[in-house]
């Protein structure tokens, strides 16, 4: 049975969890968040999108290393130059940054809107992908709520050999990609319930959990993924 407006022109059945968590996921990003507004995070979103008609994107996936080609991004023009780039080698190239790439990214953007900023693409990923896997278009996204973003900051994430302060393993949080957004508890939360409804069969699924872990583990290396 799945939920409607989402997923009800689906050829096939969308379990109900799994609906209502990616509803919940759009609904949280149409918020504000710790550093961005809610226009924003859903500008970042959209920008996740546009990444996959961007041709130098396209050209640098192609190419031997990313930082051999110059160009502008295809953007939508709605957010500044290095947030644009770190959303689009964030969705299309996200095996090859590097630290170099990283460090120049923080001498524009501070670690908890990039934090934030990986949170709504990796989300976008999770979402999309299973979209379009189904052979839909992307879902809509919600009006943006008003507000300012709370910039409350977390004590719950330490150094710990990353790029950004992460929070420490827990059977919660072992998975790095969750770990890594630390930073801000409730994007890592909100990941955390998407993830989950993909991946740790909170609801039932038709194969069991090790056959899930080597369908992860194999497209994973597919596509060059650091899991």
Not at 100 to 128: C, H, K, N, R
Request: aromatic letters at 8%; hydrophobic letters at 40%; a negative charge.
């Amino acid at each position: 049975m799945t939920t409607p407006a989402l997923y009800d022109a689906a050829s096939l059945d969308v379990r109900v969890g799994l609906a209502e968590a990616h509803r919940a996921a759009l609904e949280h990003f149409a918020k504000p968040g710790t550093w961005w507004t809610a226009n924003e995070r859903l500008e970042i979103f959209r920008e996740s999108r546009q990444a996959l008609e961007c041709e130098l994107c396209e050209k640098r996936k192609l190419s031997l290393s990313p930082y051999g080609v110059d160009g502008s991004h295809d953007s939508l023009g709605n957010l500044d130059d290095h947030t644009v780039e770190a959303v689009h080698r964030m969705r299309t190239d996200p095996g090859r940054l590097t630290k170099t790439w990283f460090d120049a990214i923080s001498a524009q953007m501070d670690a908890g809107p990039y934090v934030e900023l990986i949170a709504v693409v990796s989300v976008s990923v999770i979402i999309d992908t299973f979209t379009e896997s189904l052979g839909l278009a992307f879902l809509g996204l919600p009006p943006p709520a008003e507000g300012e973003p709370s910039r409350k900051t977390f004590d719950q994430a330490a150094e710990d050999g990353a790029w950004v302060a992460i929070t420490k393993p827990n059977p919660q949080t072992r998975a790095n990609i969750v770990r890594a957004l630390g930073l801000i508890p409730p994007e890592q939360e909100n990941f955390w319930q998407v993830f989950t409804h993909h991946y740790l069969s909170p609801d039932g699924r038709a194969i069991a959990q090790p056959q899930i872990e080597l369908m992860a583990a194999r497209t994973s290396a597919l596509n060059q993924c650091f899991y």
